[in-house]
């Protein structure tokens, strides 16, 4: 199938989000939201091995677009961040340590790339993601992690044989899971039933 891209504007400007306008297949304007500071975004499923089990790694935040609509004041996710935001010429698989090192205070043992290009909202915004697990041999906090300008409130250390009813808990608690956080966990649970 041969793809022709059309040009597309600048509506509206910032540093972090652009708000663009291209044309849909029928030739109608679409208005959609873009990155302009990053080339990629990393999502990583920390998964800590240890004695009693496998863990995942799941963040609880407070994003302003949902307790600003009344969505829900929290949202469950995985660690995440821009590639290439704050280091010209950062790879994918720098950003993955450095955001797992920052958001969680873990260091990753090994890194794997489960999918690449994955978008979460094609019909409002251009961003894909990365998803790669991260295995931790070593239940240790290397490094104070950051709560981003106090985005994140909480992070949370769930076993795998409970994160079904742990998620579920979560929802009838009123707080939003994040599309990321469950294809993170996808792979994680996929790699488990091989």
């Not at 998803?131 to 290397?142: L, M, S, T, W």
Request: aromatic share 8%; net charge positive.
């Amino acid at each position: 199938m041969n793809i022709s891209f059309t040009a597309n504007k600048v509506l509206y400007d910032t540093e972090f989000l652009q708000l663009k306008e291209t044309q849909a297949p029928n030739g109608t304007p679409w208005i959609y939201a873009h990155r302009p500071n990053a080339k990629n975004v990393v999502v990583i499923a920390p998964v800590i091995h240890n004695e009693h089990g496998d863990s995942i790694v799941f963040l609880e935040t407070r994003r302003p677009p949902l307790y600003a609509e009344g969505k829900a004041q929290t949202c469950i996710e995985l660690p995440a961040g821009l590639v290439g935001d704050e280091t010209k010429g950062e790879t994918t698989r720098q950003a993955i340590r450095k955001e797992l090192l920052e958001e969680t205070g873990y260091k990753a043992n090994k890194i794997t790339i489960s999918a690449k290009t994955v978008a979460s909202s094609s019909g409002c915004t251009s961003e894909t993601s990365t998803i790669a697990i991260a295995d931790i041999f070593k239940d240790k906090i290397f490094k104070k992690p950051i709560t981003d300008f106090g985005i994140i409130i909480d992070i949370h250390k769930i076993p795998l044989k409970k994160v079904e009813s742990w998620l579920k808990l979560q929802q009838k608690n009123g707080k939003a899971i994040s599309s990321q956080a469950l294809a993170g966990l996808y792979f994680v649970l996929s790699r488990i039933k091989k």
